[in-house]
């Protein structure tokens, strides 16, 4: 196994647990950070594996993150990629929006990933490593009632290319902004349910299908190569070309 060591925010389901469970499957080692005891410990014990680790951890707050930090290295030694990924929605119309929920997302989807780069900083640019943020098209589009979540998306996508040019060139700092992506396959037993989708969901997209949770994780994996080093400060879309059609009614 190498020696190479990826921590994954929010990695106990859906895009997280699958960019998880593909560099464990390349021979990292894997470290999820995921608040979800549940769904953590499950997956711990499903996989019973030597290199990887579930650390309970809210990235919302600062003593989490440090101690997620110094567990990760009391570990492995070591940590080479950074995905931030944990986020949560609070979808609901404006005028029932609370001050709470809202600043509970922002909390979450950005000061999150801020917090968790900033405590990773160290070992990153030790190991001239790579921080991949989960990002979204929702921080260039919108459907109603989403402003928490695509504002906190929004500043995610600022937040890598200021990252990039303030850690360079010692760490890369990429996002991949997901669409429609199917996680149905990748939740914590209590919750999973196969999702059936229609042809018309399928063929409403340039690409002729839903995306999948590998669709996202094959792209982590490319960004995390050395080789691909000269790939910093950018956005990476996946939604099977759907932000680039022209919808009328």
Known sequence: MSNKVIVVTGGAQGIGRKIALHFLNENWKSVIWEIDSEAGEELAQELNHSGFLNIHCDVSREVDVKKA???????????????????IIRNQPLSSLSLADWQKVIDVNLTGPFLCSKYCETELKKNRGSIINICSTRAFQSECNTEAYSASKGGVFALTHALAISMGP?????????????????????????????????????????????????LAWFLSQ?????????????????????IYL
């Open 69 to 87: 930090v110094a567990l990760t290295l009391e570990r492995f030694g070591r940590i080479d990629v950074l995905v931030n990924n944990a986020a």
């Open 170 to 218: 010692e760490v890369r700092v990429n996002s991949i902004s997901p669409g429609w992506i199917d996680q149905s396959n990748e939740q914590k037993s209590v919750v999973a349910k196969k999702e059936i989708f229609s042809e018309e969901d399928h063929l409403q997209h340039p690409a002729g299908r839903i995306g999948k949770t590998d669709d996202i994780a094959r």
């Open 226 to 246: 050395p080789d691909n080093n000269f790939i910093t400060a950018q956005d990476f879309i996946i939604d099977g070309g759907m932000t680039r059609k022209m």
